[in-house]
């Protein structure tokens, strides 16, 4: 039995789909606990949990930034534990949820979920496009048989998604369950893809550029129940979109929103954080620019874009970045504390201490008030906090 985690005053970011829940309740669960939910990994975030309905790749083919990230500054030092959705739920004490991501759903409730016929069903089995255990299925079972089924409704021969899901699998390391670990794609009636960013992955293994637009093409059909609407519903929409981890859905849904309202910076704030997501880290800067051009006094874009020019080793422009957010929001903290280690890091002691000073003021208990107090004391100053 794994011991419950205390993730008072922790800040926890996810990366990957979550099978168990709703990045909304996600949320709740972590805050409940008296947590933070982080959308970026930084030296300051306590643990990053790895969904298990997705496949955390980037467009090449590595894994997620998040990941990355996490490894990288685990390396250097910092104490980031990574951890499977499944022990994430045991950490909370929610063990029961872990259950979910077993084969637990009998045939019948999965037909009556979604609307399948049982012999359809029992056909898709025996062309091996689903494999039950003692006749019940799992939660990226379901994932797989609502793929399977939109596919079939388009047209698409059962003979040709088994061939196509046997040569993603063996292309793809770790996708034994290609229709729910990864976007597929109807090329053509006989021809499916795997999508991942910029790429299309054939299932002999061919790599071919990916056509679709990454931005709003007034050519391209909007889609159904969806032409009349604002820009302020695009916004709500991508902003659902990113909740559910479909990020390429989520871009464009923010890209539709600034074509109708183009002086709207949240929206290209939140696309910002959408492309820096799937790894197009040079797109995610301009848009964090953009944003700014439009609202000098976003603080949280200025935070958000010092992050990831510190990530990119681009310090000076950090600190410039940092400083811009505390000017926008003298009370922002995490901004103190990163502003205080990118200082340090720069060998300017005096104004990093001046920043560990200013965060104390701000979060007396904790763990990250005890790293202010120790970089102090290590710079010989005695801390009132």
Not at 72 to 99: K, P, Q, Y
Not at 242 to 271: I, K, Q, S
């Amino acid at each position: 039995m794994i011991a419950r985690m205390d993730l008072r005053s922790a800040r926890v970011a996810f990366t990957g789909r979550l099978a168990s829940m709703t990045r909304r309740e996600a949320r709740a669960v972590v805050t409940s606990s008296g947590g933070v939910l982080v959308e970026t990994v930084s030296r300051r975030t306590s643990v990053l949990v790895v969904g298990m309905a997705g496949w955390p790749l980037l467009p090449d083919g590595t894994i997620s930034r998040k990941l990355q990230r996490a490894e990288a500054l685990n390396r250097s030092g910092a104490s980031i534990r990574i951890v499977a959705e499944e022990e994430f739920l045991e950490l909370v004490g929610l063990a029961e949820r872990a259950t979910r991501l077993d084969k637990a759903y009998p045939a019948s409730h999965v037909c009556d979920l979604l609307g399948l016929d049982p012999d359809a069903l029992r056909r898709w089995e025996l062309f091996g496009l689903i494999r039950s255990h003692e006749g019940l299925y799992d939660f990226q079972d379901i994932v797989s048989l609502r793929t399977i089924a939109d596919l079939i409704a388009h047209g698409v021969d059962p003979g040709t998604i088994g061939s196509s899901m046997r040569g993603l699998a063996a292309v793809l390391p770790g996708t034994d369950r290609p229709l729910s670990q990864l976007k597929i794609v109807v090329e053509q009636p006989r021809l499916l893809l795997a999508e991942l960013g910029e790429l299309l992955v054939a299932p002999d293994g061919q790599m071919l550029l990916n056509f679709a637009p990454s931005s709003v093409d007034p050519d391209r059909p909007v889609p159904v129940g969806t032409g009349s609407m604002t820009a302020d519903a695009w916004f709500e929409r991508g902003g659902a979109l990113e909740e559910d981890e479909r990020l390429t859905e989520a871009a464009d849904a923010y890209r539709r929103a600034l074509v109708m309202r183009p002086g709207f910076p949240n929206a290209r704030f939140n696309l910002g954080n959408t492309l820096r997501g799937l790894g197009l880290t040079d797109e995610a800067e301009r848009q964090y620019r953009m944003a700014i051009a439009v609202d000098p006094a976003m603080a949280v874009a200025w935070y958000n874009l010092a992050d990831l020019l510190e990530e990119a080793g681009r310090h000076d422009e950090t600190v410039v970045c940092l400083e811009r957010a505390l000017a926008a929001n003298p009370a922002y903290a995490d901004a103190h504390f990163n502003l205080a280690w990118c200082c340090e890091q720069l060998g300017r002691t005096a104004q990093a201490c001046e920043h560990w000073t200013a965060y104390l003021g701000l979060d007396t208990v904790g763990a990250w008030a005890d790293v202010a107090r120790e970089h102090l004391a290590e710079s010989g100053v005695t801390s009132q906090s």
